[in-house]
């Protein structure tokens, strides 16, 4: 984000805080910056799938791309950054 959509980001926020309405190119800003924001939060892995090898490759919550390796600290395919927490006990897909 460059320091431009930062300050409109800014204003939108302290629009809401004040309790002014905001316009739609804030709102439109405020839903881009919470999408590009989310593939940071740790996301679970919460599902596995084994192919006919059967070789087991754990999925990614977001996208369901094989994770190519366990403990991988985000997703090849789609960038969302993983949490293993508890991964041996996630569900089998197919
Ligand atoms: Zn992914």
Do not use: H
């Amino acid at each position: 984000m460059d320091s431009n959509k930062a300050k409109k980001l800014i204003n939108a926020l302290k629009a809401i805080e004040i309790g002014r309405k905001i316009k739609k190119r804030e709102r439109n800003l405020l839903d881009k910056t919470s999408s590009a924001l989310s593939f940071r939060e740790k996301k679970r892995i919460t599902e596995y799938v084994v192919y006919g090898d059967k070789s087991l490759y754990y999925q990614c919550p977001t996208c369901d791309s094989a994770i190519d390796r366990d403990y991988q600290s985000y997703c090849s395919s789609c960038g969302q950054c993983l949490n293993w927490t508890g991964f041996r006990g996630c569900s089998r897909v197919s």
